[in-house]
């Protein structure tokens, strides 16, 4: 199924829920990963709205991305408790570890990093997200690992 | 001051009034009126930067902030409504810190190059900073900014430079609220907002449809005019009236001296009310252009190369050779061709020296190819020539019925006013045979769409008449106290005949029955509703009996005579109501009455000291057949041009050719020159005094800005010709002819350039009946008393699609052309449109080999051209479309002779056609480029005018 047609589904599913638009771009992204520039005029179209609203929701917010992810999506909390706990320097070590910074790819490829305001987690801070499985008390080595695995 | 005071959130509108305190005044408001806008009532203007009063208000620039006594913290001006009894201050020391801190932020990421800014002297951040006394700025330059954004110079007509930009939003909520695209957006967040056309695309690449409204919008120099930019700011304003369309924009000419600088939309203007579209705010360049002819000139015959000559000697030629001609071939062998683009009081002195000094009726004006069934179709129904409502009235519509126009192409700006009425809940129906942008564009989409063929007109509506009256949905209280009982019985047993149910005539009209009943419903059940047309009802065989269809409609669901309701052409040209009003139709006198009438004849034969015809005169396409039969040998012809606009131009060249003395009138060396023994150069709407009347008869006034180019206004030419000829005529300005048309039109009488001055526009009929005018028609009662409803059967047209000629080709005007493209093709607008385009259904396409791009070949029976295809779903199968803005087109090298049974408009909007994919221009289109070459060099080559 090519881009296309996978979010001429979705739009078509779900087009006459109230407020689609943020539903409709959550599962595009869902789905894709991303939200390909191709979508934009589709999405426009089905709830007949301008492709510059489209792309203003789209931009406005941090989580939709516009190009496609890595492998694997690293989320590391940037919260309050975890920044209290050794959040911080989690993040600069995952920054280096992958050579990139937030809302950038791995030198590898391999991984995509994102920073997240709040897991839910906070009794057990810091807390991290690899692709869509948390992880409690973290700290560098545990997240070496995790990574290793990962590749 | 030559810029409007703004308010900052818009009027409101209320029954109930609130007194408040500013500043220790005291004012009274209607309620919901902001405190921002009370206060600039009361003379006290509050800082702002996002609120501007054509636009809701919108509470970010944080810079209105005022005190109210007795409320905590300094809430906005523009979102906070006034209330009984609030004590408001703008000023205090805590106001002025707090707006200084936020000015500094603002100015802290903004270029400090006022002094050579193309916004100085025209730039609310600057006056802001002055107002608020900014001294300083703590921040600094050197941290992040916006300074070197590049700018976007995609719109040949202004310039976006994100440089200067202080994200108020004002662009965004103007193409929103105002124009109803929906072009713009802020694209992310925060520090890195910034103002997207599309999707971050520059703004020809967008779905902007270029009508001004975010640059009028822009408080800085981000979103600017390029003339402005070349020319610095202008000096004084003029304030005068549009001449493309029917909807006739009010524009402020700003100037410096007598060159114009820009239009810019008149927020006083009562049919656009500060609204502008991409003609009338930009494509005025045409008016210096190279092209623009300067000097009389006369020639034998159209072989020879033009002579320039003084204008005594072309008007006296001109002169001599219409004698010549009457003494050679009778009285009656000439006539004149009035021009909906010039003023009512051009128009009325042409008609007025065709009878008077020519001695004849062979008077006709454009409209004879546009609207001339809506003059007829309206007189027989309701009693007057002409639409039933304001523009305004569209506000209160709850169903809006679009039949055959493309009010987003041809009337732009009443289409935003229509599309605001749409997203705030009225229901529209569209009948077309295509799938118009209004079907379905942002926020707006049709109820229901009837894309019925081409001709079927009244089979639709005879089949949305049987609904209303079998299903019982017809107003029968409003027929009986308004309408001829035994006319309404006749009809409502005609439309209930079987053969006119919706189930019968979806054969002829391949509008699903049931569409067509849910959308009889609608429109007889859904509230006040309202009937839009335009040209796809008038430009066919059955063009008068589909107008008087839509008034059987309107009258039978008692949807007249109130706001929201009506019967509204829209008319095309600037002044093709006003042409019609005029007299310029060979049997009708100045306010439609007809030269037969002895009382009336009499009055004007009084008045003009000659006795006058009592029969009506030729039509238009009649002077071309008396021309080839040899009867008719000279003509008049004053800012139209037959030679391209009307149908089957081969047979309309042949009888040009055989004319002896043709006169053109134009500003530039149009079409129909090329066949000229005179011509005569015409003045813009710049260079003259006089009055247009839109579509919905507001009459308003064009102002002089500039000085004729060519010497004359239209006006004092036609007057030298009269002279000339022996008739006198000797008006000192265009508002003495106005005394002269209220003194002798009932319908007028009250009109004069006083009180045009006095009110800035006026609607007729204005008379001691309605010294102000008359925004509604038929109010209480028709102009002729009772409405009369009339049979209307359809008959299908003669143009029948056959084996040979498969198809049909139905034409209309595309958003940046105007008619025959002679002042847009010479602007900038050619940016958007450089060719006329054959649009064809993909399966149309495909049968026939046909991708887009392709040269086709159109052929009908009167002949054949070619065009390039644009394969488009937009079209249904077995349709074909065209624009008829290029002369090297040929568009109407196929149309044929078909016309109106009653009027003789030509049936423009159905030609049987078959297209077939070909290699470039035809053999017609090839030896008119030849003829056009050599006879624009018989023209002597003019000086830029620059």
New interface residues.
């Given amino acids: 199924m090519t881009h296309e047609e996978t979010v001429t589904m979705i739009v078509e599913e779900m087009r006459s829920l109230p407020g689609a638009m943020l539903p409709i771009l959550h599962a595009i992204q869902d789905r894709l990963g991303y939200v390909p520039k191709e979508a934009v005029p589709i999405v426009a179209k089905g709830l007949n709205v301008s492709r510059a609203e489209v792309h203003g929701v789209l931009t406005y917010y941090h989580h939709f991305r516009q190009d496609p992810p890595a492998l694997h999506m690293l989320h590391i909390c940037r919260a309050e408790s975890c920044q209290a706990v050794g959040g911080d320097a989690l993040a600069e070590h995952a920054k280096n570890a992958l050579g990139c910074d937030f809302h950038g790819i791995s030198g590898d490829g391999s991984f995509s990093l994102e920073p997240v305001y709040c897991l839910g987690l906070c009794a057990s801070s810091p807390a991290i997200m690899l692709d869509g499985e948390v992880h409690a008390r973290m700290d560098s080595e545990k997240l070496d690992s995790l990574l290793e695995e990962g590749k | 001051m030559i810029r409007d005071t703004d308010f900052g959130t818009p009027a409101k509108i209320s029954d109930r009034s609130v007194t408040l305190e500013i500043d220790g005044n005291r004012i009274t408001v209607p309620e919901g009126t902001s405190i921002m806008r009370a206060a600039g009532l009361a003379g006290t203007g509050i800082p702002k930067l996002c609120a501007t009063e054509s636009l809701e208000s919108f509470g970010s620039c944080r810079l209105c902030l005022v005190e109210v006594e007795g409320r905590r913290g300094y809430p906005a001006s523009c979102t906070t409504p006034a209330e009984e009894g609030m004590k408001v201050k703008t000023q205090s020391d805590n106001l002025a810190r707090i707006r200084r801190g936020v000015m500094e932020l603002y100015i802290s990421d903004h270029p400090l190059d006022c002094l050579t800014c193309s916004a100085n002297g025209d730039c609310e951040l600057q006056d802001m900073a002055g107002q608020v006394g900014l001294r300083e700025v703590r921040y600094g330059y050197e941290g992040a900014n916006h300074l070197g954004d590049e700018k976007d110079e995609s719109n040949p007509y202004f310039s976006y430079d994100p440089s200067k930009c202080i994200v108020c939003n004002r662009c965004v909520r103007a193409c929103e609220e105002v124009q109803g695209?929906?072009?713009?957006?802020?694209?992310?967040?925060g520090f890195d907002s910034r103002v997207?056309?599309?999707?971050?695309q520059s703004f020809m690449d967008?779905?902007c449809v270029s009508c001004g409204a975010c640059v009028e919008a822009c408080p800085t120099a981000t979103l600017s005019e390029k003339s402005v930019i070349g020319m610095g700011q202008p000096e004084h304003a003029v304030v005068t009236t549009c001449a493309y369309c029917g909807v006739g924009c009010s524009f402020r000419a700003e100037m410096k001296g007598s060159e114009l600088v820009r239009m810019v939309p008149h927020k006083e203007g009562l049919a656009n009310h500060g609204h502008s579209c991409v003609k009338g705010r930009f494509a005025w360049g045409y008016a210096t252009h190279k092209d623009r002819m300067l000097s009389p000139m006369i020639r034998k015959k159209n072989t020879d190369p033009w002579v320039e000559v003084s204008w005594e000697t072309a008007i006296n030629h001109a002169a001599s050779e219409f004698r010549r001609i009457q003494q050679k071939y009778g009285k009656n062998s000439i006539g004149g061709i009035t021009s909906s683009r010039c003023t009512n009081e051009e128009t009325y002195l042409v008609q007025k020296m065709v009878r008077a000094a020519f001695g004849n009726n062979n008077v006709d004006t454009c409209a004879r190819v546009c609207h001339s069934p809506t003059g007829y179709g309206l007189k027989q129904t309701l009693g007057e020539s002409a639409g039933t409502q304001t523009f305004d009235s569209v506000l209160k519509s709850d169903v809006i019925m679009v039949i055959g126009a493309n009010p987003t192409d041809g009337h732009p700006v009443f289409a935003s006013l229509m599309k605001k009425r749409l997203r705030a809940g009225a229901k529209l129906i569209v009948a077309d045979p295509r799938t118009i942008d209004l079907v379905?564009?942002?926020?707006?989409?049709a109820v229901h769409h009837l894309k019925l063929r081409p001709g079927t007109n009244v089979a639709l509506a005879n089949s949305l008449a049987h609904v209303i009256v079998v299903e019982n949905l017809f107003d029968e209280a409003f027929v009986a106290a308004r309408c001829e009982k035994k006319a309404f019985d006749e009809w409502r047993q005609f439309v209930s005949n079987p053969e006119n149910s919706p189930e019968e005539m979806e054969k002829a009209t391949g509008v699903p029955a049931m569409e067509v009943r849910r959308a009889a419903r609608l429109y007889a059940k859904g509230g006040n509703a309202a009937i839009y047309y335009g040209l796809g009802v008038t430009e066919h065989e059955q063009g008068s009996t589909m107008v008087m269809a839509i008034a059987n409609l309107a009258m039978a669901t008692g949807n007249i005579g109130r706001e929201g309701v009506g019967v509204n052409p829209l008319r095309g040209q600037n002044n093709v109501q006003g042409s019609c009003d005029m007299g310029s139709f060979p049997h009708e006198f100045p306010g439609y009455r007809h030269v037969s009438d002895d009382s009336v004849r009499h009055l004007f034969e009084k008045e003009w000291g000659v006795s006058l015809q009592n029969e009506p005169g030729l039509r238009i396409p009649n002077m071309f057949d008396a021309a080839l039969d040899g009867s008719f040998m000279g003509l008049y012809c004053q800012g139209e041009d037959i030679a391209q606009s009307d149908p089957n131009v081969k047979h309309v060249s042949a009888a040009l050719s055989k004319m002896e003395c043709i006169v053109v009138q134009d500003i530039f060396l149009n079409e129909t020159a090329k066949y000229a023994h005179v011509f005569l150069p015409g003045s813009s709407f710049l260079e003259k005094n006089g009055t247009f009347t839109n579509a919905e008869r507001r009459i308003s006034r064009v102002r002089k800005v500039m000085p004729a180019k060519a010497g004359l206004e239209d006006w004092e030419a036609t007057m030298a010709l009269s002279n000339a000829l022996g008739y006198p005529m000797n008006y000192g300005h265009p508002s003495e002819i106005m005394d002269e048309i209220a003194s002798l039109t009932p319908t007028f009488s009250g009109v004069s350039y006083e009180k045009l001055e006095r009110l800035g526009s006026i609607q007729w009929p204005c008379n001691d009946h309605a010294p102000m005018g008359t925004p509604v028609m038929h109010v209480g009662e028709f102009v002729r008393g009772r409405g009369r409803f009339i049979i209307t059967r359809y008959v299908p047209t003669e143009e029948k699609v056959t084996r040979r000629y498969p198809l049909i080709l139905t034409t209309g005007r595309i958003l940046s052309q105007y008619n025959v493209g002679a002042q847009t093709r010479r602007t900038e607008n050619v940016a958007w449109h450089q060719e006329d385009l054959l649009e064809i259904h993909p399966v149309d396409a495909e049968d026939r080999g046909i991708v887009d791009g392709d040269w086709a070949l159109v052929s009908s029976r009167a002949g054949e051209t070619s065009l390039r295809a644009k394969v488009t779903e937009r079209m249904q199968p077995g349709v074909v479309y065209t624009t008829f803005h290029f002369p090297d087109s040929g568009v109407n090298v196929v149309t044929t002779e078909n016309s109106d049974w009653a009027t003789n408009c030509p049936e423009y909007k159905v030609t049987a056609v078959e297209v077939k994919k070909t290699h470039g221009p035809s053999e017609w289109q090839k030896k008119h480029k030849r003829f056009s070459h050599e006879q624009e060099a018989f023209a002597i080559t003019k000086e830029s005018l620059a």
């Fill in positions: 695209t929906f072009a713009l957006t802020i694209s992310k967040r997207s056309p599309g999707e971050d967008s779905e379905k564009s942002p926020h707006v989409e």
